[in-house]
């Protein structure tokens, strides 16, 4: 009876134990990076100045031989003070320069005919709401300034006034250390009508496509 009474006692002291759920070790939760309070882009690529006959008949050339894309760069400079959580809206400011040149040549290969030169010049402010954290993000953006886009011969000196354009578009940073990222960025130039001036032509409503590559700093 005894050794009985010991092993049902044993018994339910075991099967209790057996069958709690065992405890699950705590796993400290991963940081998330947040964006950082200011970045620096400087980017290069190419925009589409497309073959605007008004233009080409201002230079007294062909629609045909007129540079369609145009070498660029891009510097700019913006910040981040609003947050929450992912999302952050940034607001920051952007120079963007470009060139392109062209001229005829003939069957053999010689150049013909004046230098068709384009170049293209803006300034604007931009805000941006962007989403991911500080090791990377891709961006909406829109902007307004000044842009400046003349079409000339030769050695000729625009005199144009830059007229308020808006541009819009998006882009991503992905940085690969603490301080370096990749960046790309699509954008979209809603160029105005242009008068012609004494050495420049005139110009049709354009809508310029940028599309540029560089690196961020932070």
């Known amino acids: 009876m005894r050794a009985a009474l010991v092993a049902a006692l044993l018994v339910l002291l075991v099967v209790p134990a057996a069958a709690q759920t065992p405890v699950q070790p705590t796993v400290a939760p991963v940081p998330i990076a947040t964006l950082p309070s200011v970045v620096l882009d400087v980017r290069g690529g190419f925009a589409s100045g497309g073959q ?3 233009t080409a008949a201002g230079l007294k050339v062909a629609t045909t031989d007129m540079p369609g894309r145009l ?7 913006h910040a981040y003070p609003f947050r929450r959580g992912r999302l952050k809206l940034g607001f920051g400011g952007e120079l963007l320069m470009g060139s392109a040149s062209a001229q005829k040549t003939d069957t053999a290969g010689k150049a013909v005919g004046p230098i068709i030169r384009r170049r293209l010049n803006a300034v604007s402010g931009q805000i941006s709401l962007n989403f991911g954290t500080g090791g990377g993000w891709s961006y909406l953006t829109a902007g307004r300034g000044p842009l400046k886009f003349e079409s000339y011969l030769n050695e000729a000196t ?4 830059g007229s308020g354009t808006l541009n819009y578009g998006g882009g991503a940073r992905w940085f690969t250390n603490a301080h370096l990222a990749f960046a790309v960025d699509l954008r979209f130039y809603l160029t105005r009508p242009a008068l012609a001036t004494t050495v420049t032509a005139g110009r049709d409503r354009v809508r310029v496509f940028l599309l540029s590559l560089g690196i961020s700093l932070k």
């Open 71 to 77: 070498r660029t760069a891009v510097v700019g400079l």
């Open 158 to 161: 625009p005199d144009g006034v």
């Open 52 to 54: 605007d006959a008004k």
